[in-house]
């Protein structure tokens, strides 16, 4: 009996211990998998519904929100256990009381009804005070704007833990909470980080019913100052019509980038394809307008920058009827051709000759050129913010190429095919039209923004993003020549029969960058700026997947000025 005695007083102790372990001890991080006793009790005798996963917004530059909310009707599952006005409910919102019935089968969680509601029809229902009947702004996905340059998010624990340790250590986010993996969401990831969601829930029995007394609540960790909002310096209203512009046209491999010239701030931006928010690392996950590719006969205008600055006049003639290497006849016979002349045909001989005299003189020469013109390293803002001293608003952005080694300054053939954008070459459109920017604004070179501002939740500003010039510009007579010669491209070269009609006067170069004698397809640009006596927009319209006869670039471009001309009549 003793001994019997002495095993029930250690099975006692043992039950009491492994109580003081499950209810004071390890109850947020119980066994190796750090379950959450508390909030796995909590979630055992609850039913809720996440309204908002509390990730901070993004907003367009007239403060409206870039992703979409639509007044919903939510719905709990217990409701089909009980009476309630369910045809009153169906008679405020315009539907039969049999579909809504139907649209409880099979519902074990809460649920959105599968309609949208008018803000009249929200205030009647929730001014009903019915238990588990809520009318709420619900964020949807459908058909957002800027995917690309917003980007995504998605859940990595590991990440999350060692990124934040502080935070993680506080319980303020956990291994659900979303972390920023592309665009603005993942540059602006601290400031947009989670720390608790929006969600309704109610305390259910064990058959799932609510306990009595117990309405369905409204539960917020927010207050008035988080989480922050980032106000973007997009137009929802011009990025709309800029992707149905590329859509239209039939671009599905290519993108556009649109510029206020005059702040040097991100309007708009397109790359195509489009990923799935199923798979949002996978195919077209890249935003391809910040990555570098040949820019073809777009890079031209460096070449020209840097003749008209080493006092090339535009008089002096060439030799227009030569192949590139100018051992031979080209594919086009145009002449002897002026320099001004050469640039708004494309001829290739002209270029290459210049490169070579402009190297000889000075092998650093295209780089400077670059660095004037704004886009001899990434042009995105990029400045110290806080603890972080290279804070990048295009965390994504590639940096340029012009030679992938030194000893090509010194090969013929290889200064020819980089005049021409080909070879290493590679330049993103975002830095082409900060290039276009930089000319059309007069020569002064600035970084790109797309970010003006953090706000508190309230609308009261965090901090603001100042605007960076560089100090190194060209001359303002260089610059007056570069304008004039990307006129002359629409007026009687190689963009007059696509855009010399418009009701805008229209700047720019077009280019073609060959990928290969075993590709069916090549990329075709068109950089420009608009209007020409007063620039206002610099665009560049660009298709990766162009095949012969094709000129899609130029059509998205027309299409945009026109929107943009119509808009602002």
Same mark, same amino acid.
């Given at each position: 009996m003793i001994g019997i005695g002495l095993l029930l007083v250690c099975g006692m102790f043992l039950l009491i211990g492994r109580l003081i372990q499950l209810q004071l001890v390890e109850t947020e991080s119980y066994s190796k998998h750090h379950i959450n006793l508390i909030e796995a009790s909590i979630n055992q005798r609850t039913q809720s519904y996440v309204l908002d996963e509390g990730r901070g917004t993004i907003l367009d530059r007239n403060g409206i929100p870039m992703s979409e909310s639509i007044p919903s009707l939510v719905l709990f599952p217990f409701l089909k256990e009980r009476e309630w006005p369910l045809e009153e409910v169906a008679q405020i919102i315009n539907v039969t009381p049999e579909s809504l019935e139907r649209s409880f089968e099979g519902q074990l969680q809460p649920f959105t009804f599968d309609k949208s509601l008018t803000i009249d029809q929200m205030k009647e229902i929730n001014e009903q005070s019915i238990p588990g009947v809520y009318a709420v702004h619900k964020p949807v996905n459908k058909n957002p704007l800027a995917t690309h340059v917003i980007g995504t998010v998605r859940p990595n624990p590991e990440l999350i833990q060692s990124k934040y340790p502080e935070k993680w250590a506080e319980g303020s986010i956990d291994e659900e909470t979303k972390?920023?993996?592309?665009?603005?969401?993942?540059?602006?990831?601290?400031?947009?980080?989670?720390?608790?969601?929006?969600?309704?829930?109610?305390?259910?029995?064990?058959?799932?019913?609510?306990?009595?007394?117990?309405?369905?609540?409204?539960?917020?960790?927010?207050?008035?100052?988080?989480?922050?909002?980032?106000?973007?310096?997009?137009?929802?209203?011009?990025?709309?019509?800029?992707?149905?512009?590329?859509?239209?046209?039939?671009?599905?491999?290519?993108?556009?980038?649109?510029?206020?010239?005059?702040?040097?701030?991100?309007?708009?931006?397109?790359?195509?394809?489009?990923?799935?928010?199923?798979?949002?690392?996978?195919?077209?996950?890249?935003?391809?307008?910040?990555k570098g590719y040949f820019p073809g006969s777009v890079f031209k205008t460096i070449i020209l920058a840097a003749a008209y600055e080493n006092e090339v006049k535009d008089t002096r003639l060439f030799d227009c009827d030569q192949n590139l290497y100018r051992d031979g006849i080209g594919n086009r016979?145009?002449?002897?051709?002026?320099?001004?002349?050469?640039?708004?045909?494309?001829?290739?001989?002209?270029?290459?000759?210049?490169?070579?005299?402009?190297?000889?003189?000075?092998?650093?020469?295209?780089?400077k050129t670059a660095e004037k013109l704004g886009v001899e390293t990434t042009v995105g803002w990029e400045d110290k913010l806080y603890h972080y001293e290279n804070f990048k608003q295009f965390p994504d952005e590639s940096s340029p190429i012009f030679f992938k080694d030194e000893k090509d300054k010194r090969? &013929?053939?290889?200064?020819?095919?980089?005049?021409?954008?080909?070879?290493?070459?590679?330049?993103?459109?975002?830095?082409?039209?900060?290039?276009?920017?930089?000319?059309? &604004?007069?020569?002064?070179?600035?970084?790109?923004?797309?970010?003006?501002?953090?706000?508190?939740?309230?609308?009261?500003?965090?901090?603001?993003?100042?605007?960076?010039?560089?100090?190194?510009?060209?001359?303002?007579?260089?610059?007056?020549?570069?304008?004039?010669?990307? &006129?002359?491209?629409?007026?009687?070269?190689?963009?007059?029969?696509?855009?010399?009609?418009?009701?805008?006067?229209?700047?720019?170069?077009?280019?073609?960058?060959?990928?290969?004698?075993?590709?069916?397809?090549?990329?075709?640009?068109?950089?420009?700026?608009?209007?020409?006596?007063?620039?206002?927009?610099?665009?560049?319209?660009?298709?990766?997947?162009?095949?012969?006869?094709?000129? &899609?670039?130029?059509?998205?471009?027309?299409?945009?000025?026109?929107?943009?001309?119509?808009?602002?009549?």
């Open positions: 972390l920023g993996i592309s665009g603005l969401q993942l540059a602006f990831d601290p400031f947009l980080l989670s720390e608790g969601d929006t969600t309704l829930l109610y305390h259910a029995d064990r058959q799932g019913n609510p306990l009595l007394g117990l309405d369905v609540k409204y539960f917020s960790s927010t207050d008035s100052f988080y989480p922050l909002q980032v106000k973007t310096t997009l137009d929802t209203k011009i990025q709309k019509n800029l992707e149905e512009a590329i859509d239209d046209s039939g671009i599905t491999n290519g993108g556009a980038v649109l510029i206020d010239i005059d702040s040097n701030n991100l309007i708009g931006m397109v790359s195509r394809p489009l990923f799935g928010s199923e798979d949002p690392l996978g195919k077209g996950a890249m935003n391809q307008m910040v016979t145009l002449g002897m051709l002026s320099l001004k002349d050469s640039f708004a045909q494309s001829c290739n001989a002209t270029f290459t000759q210049l490169a070579e005299e402009l190297i000889k003189t000075d092998p650093d020469v295209i780089e090969i &013929r053939k290889a200064i020819d095919q980089t005049a021409i954008g080909q070879l290493n070459v590679k330049l993103s459109p975002l830095a082409i039209g900060n290039m276009m920017a930089t000319i059309g &604004r007069g020569g002064e070179a600035k970084d790109v923004k797309v970010v003006s501002d953090i706000l508190y939740r309230n609308g009261t500003t965090f901090l603001s993003f100042k605007e960076i010039s560089h100090d190194e510009n060209l001359s303002k007579n260089v610059i007056k020549s570069l304008q004039k010669s990307l &006129r002359e491209v629409v007026v009687s070269g190689t963009g007059n029969a696509y855009l010399n009609d418009l009701p805008i006067q229209v700047a720019g170069k077009s280019g073609t960058a060959e990928l290969g004698e075993d590709v069916s397809f090549d990329h075709q640009w068109f950089a420009g700026y608009f209007p020409y006596d007063s620039p206002k927009y610099a665009l560049v319209v660009v298709d990766f997947e162009r095949k012969e006869k094709q000129y &899609r670039a130029y059509e998205a471009f027309a299409t945009v000025v026109k929107d943009l001309y119509q808009n602002e009549r």
